[in-house]
């Protein structure tokens, strides 16, 4: 649980990167998806990575569609890889 915390928080850090026009958007869909994948088992670690690496994924791929540096990620890289 503390993981997903502090991959949500990192996402919605990335969040305040975007166009302000687009923010509510994203930092609505951010919540939404973690709030839809909150009764995941904590336990299931192949679960829980997977969910982890699509978070990074897709956070890169609304920075890249809004040419934002993808460096600005590499915190929440270092959240979902490494723990």
Same mark, same amino acid.
């Given at each position: 649980?503390?993981?997903?915390?502090?991959?949500?928080?990192?996402?919605?850090? !990335?969040?305040? *990167?975007?166009?302000?026009? =687009?923010?509510?958007?994203?930092? +609505? @869909?951010?919540?939404?998806?973690?709030?839809?994948?909150?009764?995941?088992?904590?336990?299931?670690?192949?679960?829980?990575?997977? !969910?982890?690496? *699509?978070?990074?994924?897709? =956070?890169?791929?609304?920075?890249? +569609? @809004?040419?934002?540096?993808?460096?600005?990620?590499?915190?929440?890289?270092?959240?979902?890889?490494?723990?």
């Amino acid at each position: 649980m503390e993981k997903a915390l502090r991959v949500y928080a990192q996402v919605l850090r !990335l969040v305040r *990167r975007l166009p302000k026009d =687009s923010r509510p958007y994203y930092a +609505k @869909y951010a919540r939404e998806n973690f709030v839809n994948y909150r009764d995941i088992d904590a336990s299931d670690s192949k679960a829980l990575d997977e !969910l982890f690496h *699509r978070a990074y994924n897709h =956070s890169l791929w609304v920075l890249n +569609k @809004y040419s934002v540096d993808e460096s600005a990620a590499q915190k929440l890289k270092d959240v979902c890889f490494d723990g």
